[in-house]
């Protein structure tokens, strides 16, 4: 029998045979990754998310399907020269605020971003936003300072599709409204309910509906927001994410115990005593188109679940979206009440700005 040798630094048989064995078995998982991947058997990471939900359109980014590329054609971005202040680990710019949740969201405020950083981030992208806003029967009155006001404020110097979901298109578009460059009017026609609460819940179902008609593949993110409302400071790229909701100016102070969830384990928009992160407002959401879609959706369905059982969540569409918010989709921003400000609360100390403002309406007379 030889005796094996071992020379320092080298393999022996054994060891040689195991690193032989590991290197092929590495290689063929890897191809197998690459195989899977390229025909999109991750669906959470396929670019293609439209053909999921059974309708087809471009995908709007180019070169994001980054393991189909060679490097060269992946799209580089690259930032120009900036000089602003070093942001300081230890002195955080809020200190009276939250500032992130504890899913590590961000909750924008007044100071803790830097907009110049962000318009340089979202022009590379060559962001296209929709705002979406209803104005079916007497809310048409708010549609004229609302989209005056949205000129002024909202999403300056990027391009802008402002959908108005209407029922009456003829006696929307004699109001005369223009808007600048790149920016878009467009009318969009709908049933009318009788109910002004179905009114407010089957936006759920129409904005779904036209995400796929149409949203997808002319603007990458979505902004839905109530009528009765005027824009009166910057509302900019800061708000944008993959899916955001608002803090309700009623609520974001208040415990749990105040909230007004659903509490009829009978409703899909349950939420008990105990659990609940933020009360978020109904009237203002958004995100990337995709997400617009799956919020939409499942919201849509819940509703109509909840209709089959003869029963209609304590606050609508708002309920079935904080239901969605804590257990399907934590939102990946939040929003300030910056964003959201009623016209009679005056202001408060940690509000440096009220950016969007809730007008005060008589409605019963608006909505009957
Ligand atoms: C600021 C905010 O978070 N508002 C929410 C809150 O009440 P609000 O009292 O703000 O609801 P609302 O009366 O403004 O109705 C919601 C929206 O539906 C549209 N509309 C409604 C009725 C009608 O006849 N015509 C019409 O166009 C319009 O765009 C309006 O802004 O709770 C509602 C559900 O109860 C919705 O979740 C709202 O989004
Ligand atoms: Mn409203």
């Given at each position: 029998m030889t005796p094996s040798r071992e020379v320092p630094g080298c393999l022996n048989g054994g060891q040689f045979r195991f690193v032989k064995k590991t290197?092929?078995?590495?290689?063929?998982?890897?191809?197998?990754?690459?195989?899977?991947?390229?025909?999109?058997?991750?669906?959470?990471?396929?670019?293609?998310?439209?053909?999921?939900?059974?309708?087809?359109?471009?995908?709007?980014?180019?070169?994001?399907?980054?393991?189909?590329?060679?490097?060269?054609?992946?799209?580089?971005?690259?930032?120009?020269?900036?000089?602003?202040?070093?942001?300081?680990?230890?002195?955080?710019p809020r200190t009276n605020v939250l500032s992130v949740s504890p899913w590590l969201a961000p909750i924008v405020w007044e100071g803790n971003f830097n907009i110049d950083i962000l318009n340089e981030l979202f022009r590379q992208e060559n962001v296209r936003i929709g705002l979406t806003v209803f104005a079916i029967k007497k809310y048409i009155r708010f549609l004229k300072t609302f989209i005056e006001t949205a000129e002024k404020f909202f999403m300056v110097g990027y391009p802008v599709n402002y959908y108005i979901f209407t029922?009456?298109?003829?006696?929307?578009?004699?109001?005369?409204?223009?808007?600048?460059?790149?920016?878009?009017?467009?009318?969009?026609?709908?049933?009318?309910?009788?109910?002004?609460?179905?009114?407010?819940?089957?936006?759920?179902q129409m904005i779904r509906d036209f995400t796929k008609q149409r949203f997808a593949s002319e603007v990458d993110?979505?902004?839905?927001?109530?009528?009765?409302?005027?824009?009166?400071?910057?509302?900019?790229?800061?708000?944008?994410?993959?899916?955001?909701?608002?803090l309700h100016p009623a609520f974001f102070v208040k415990g749990r115990d105040k909230f007004t969830f659903e509490r009829r384990p009978e409703s899909q928009a349950y939420?008990?005593?105990?659990?609940?992160?933020?009360?978020?407002?109904?009237?203002?959401?958004?995100?990337?188109?995709?997400?617009?879609?799956?919020?939409?959706?499942?919201?849509?369905?819940?509703?109509?679940?909840?209709?089959?059982?003869n029963i209609e969540a304590i606050w609508h569409d708002e309920s079935y979206l904080n239901n969605y918010f804590l257990y399907y989709k934590k939102p990946t921003k939040i929003l300030s009440p910056e964003y959201l400000w009623n016209e009679r609360d005056g202001t408060a100390f940690y509000l440096r700005k009220r950016r969007l403002i809730s007008l005060h309406k008589n409605a019963d007379e608006v909505r009957n």
């Open positions: 290197l092929l078995f590495s290689s063929l998982a890897v191809a197998v990754l690459v195989v899977l991947r390229r025909y999109s058997y991750f669906p959470e990471t396929s670019s293609n998310w439209h053909s999921r939900y059974g309708f087809s359109c471009k995908a709007n980014s180019e070169g994001s399907d980054y393991f189909s590329s060679s490097p060269d054609n992946v799209n580089v971005i690259h930032l120009k020269r900036m000089v602003y202040p070093k942001p300081e680990t230890l002195k955080p029922d009456l298109v003829s006696n929307v578009t004699n109001f005369n409204m223009t808007v600048g460059p790149r920016k878009q009017l467009i009318f969009l026609e709908v049933p009318s309910y009788e109910r002004w609460q179905d009114v407010t819940m089957r936006r759920m993110y979505l902004v839905c927001v109530d009528v009765d409302m005027r824009f009166q400071d910057h509302v900019g790229v800061e708000i944008l994410s993959d899916v955001f909701g608002t939420i008990p005593e105990d659990e609940g992160d933020f009360y978020y407002a109904g009237g203002y959401f958004g995100g990337k188109v995709e997400e617009v879609y799956k919020l939409t959706n499942h919201c849509h369905h819940a509703m109509l679940t909840d209709k089959a059982n």
